[in-house]
């Protein structure tokens, strides 16, 4: 009668099974950290797995997934999916930029009010301030004159 060993197969089988799951996760993160498009092709070299037996992987096959298509969407930049702005830090940043446009917006405004009050208290001392033109006659010389025009 032979000796039943189906239970040291069945170990042996789990744990190559954890190391190939251990090599494609590991080439995953690799490949993203290097900027390469991370593609089922790309993590199987790099692993040494199949590419089939990933895909039999749920986990695995929805990482690649994301990964190439985020690849797909940003195609020029080689930053890692990790260091990639979320949908939330892109969104507070532009709250704070909204922030401080409106900021800016109030600020100018303000400072145009001061420069219109200045420049009105200027004209009412008399003093003419160096943004008016001085080759320009004041306004009391610009009543028009009735002009004669002669022959052609």
């Not at 494609?24 to 593609?39: C, K, N, P, S, W």
């Not at 790099?46 to 690649?64: C, F, K, M, N």
């Not at 109030?106 to 001392?125: S, W, Y």
């Not at 010389?141 to 004669?148: A, D, G, N, V």
Request: hydrophobic content about 40%.
């Amino acid at each position: 009668m032979r000796a039943d060993n189906t239970e040291h197969l069945i170990s042996a089988a789990g744990r190559r099974h954890e190391l190939a799951r251990g090599k494609a996760i590991r080439a995953i993160r690799e490949l993203d950290a290097a900027g390469t498009a991370v593609t089922f092709q790309a993590v199987a070299q790099t692993a040494g797995v199949s590419r089939s037996w990933l895909y039999t992987q749920p986990d695995i096959r929805v990482e690649v997934q994301r990964l190439r298509e985020l690849g797909r969407r940003a195609s020029t930049t080689a930053v890692p999916a990790h260091h990639r702005s979320s949908d939330a830090s892109l969104l507070r940043r532009l709250e704070a930029a909204n922030a401080r446009n409106r900021e800016l917006a109030e600020d100018n405004q303000r400072l145009r009010h001061q420069l219109a009050e200045a420049l009105g208290q200027l004209r009412a001392a008399g003093i003419r301030s160096t943004s008016e033109p001085a080759l320009l006659p004041s306004r009391r010389h610009l009543r028009r004159r009735s002009i004669t025009i002669g022959p052609c």
